[in-house]
């Protein structure tokens, strides 16, 4: 099976978001499944909740790729999430170890964050249209200056120096390879991987929901993609993005 994603890497000087200029190239013009937009630059780079994304310029990996998942249903937009997540992080852990995925959708390395991803869906008659998939990976930067908690680059982690468009190539071939599992129906084998990969699973840990601090245990993901946590009583709480706070013991 020819690779859909990454047969045409559209590559920009500088621009305000991969996302919004991604968006702006879909209502004006026919667009390729798999199609890249990397910018070596970024002036408003976007990251989950209107947080922004912080990158040196041609240090790291700002790209963002437009799908058409026609096969996807809303109720399991999730799954989308889980193939891309699985894609980085198959290709990262060639480079480093102790890499896993932070629910829903960041990937860590022990805690510090490598990358994050913002996925915008546009849904039409119950299943995904169109959907333009986000891409910050830290390859080169060393000096973080926001006020981002615990972000990290391969080349912290490693002391090494990296060729960003050779790990472009790795990332690319490997979330196609998970995209075209999810449109073969490999559900049950794309649940099973993201469920070993993730973050603090099976560990016991302190979150924060509202005003309630407790510790508990992640224990999986459900169908819609609320994240499960065990507690110490017995019950299984279920939460929604930016419903439960990870704090470090």
């Not at 249209?129 to 391969?154: C, E, H, K, Y």
């Not at 080349?155 to 073969?184: F, G, P, W």
Request: proline share 2%.
């Amino acid at each position: 099976m020819d690779q859909i994603i990454g047969n045409l890497i559209v590559r920009l000087e500088v621009i305000d978001s991969t996302n919004n200029y991604a968006k702006q190239q879909i209502m004006e013009n026919e667009l390729a499944e798999g199609t890249v937009f990397l910018t070596y630059e970024q002036t408003s780079g976007r990251g989950q909740q209107k947080n922004a994304w912080e990158s040196e310029p041609r240090q790291n990996l700002l790209f963002s790729i437009v799908l058409c998942p026609d096969f996807i249903e809303m109720r399991r937009q999730f799954q989308l999430s889980k193939v891309i997540s699985l894609g980085i992080y198959s290709a990262i852990n060639k480079y480093v170890s102790g890499v896993k995925i932070k629910w829903p959708n960041d990937i860590y390395v022990g805690d510090r964050k490598l990358c994050g991803i913002l996925i915008e869906n546009s849904v039409m008659n119950g299943v995904l249209n169109n959907s333009i998939v986000g891409i910050g990976l830290n390859i080169n930067q060393t000096v973080f200056r926001s006020d981002a908690p615990n972000p990290v680059s391969l080349k912290m982690l490693t002391n090494q120096h990296y060729a960003c468009e050779v790990i472009l190539t790795e990332v690319l071939s490997e979330i196609d390879k998970y995209y075209c599992m999810l449109r073969d129906g490999l559900d049950e084998r794309i649940d099973r991987e993201f469920l070993t990969a993730l973050y603090r699973l099976n560990e016991m840990h302190l979150y924060k929901s509202e005003d309630e601090l407790f510790e508990g245990q992640i224990i999986g993901v459900n169908e819609i993609g609320q994240l499960l946590i065990w507690k110490k009583d017995g019950k299984v709480l279920e939460f929604h993005f930016k419903e439960v706070e990870f704090l470090q013991l």
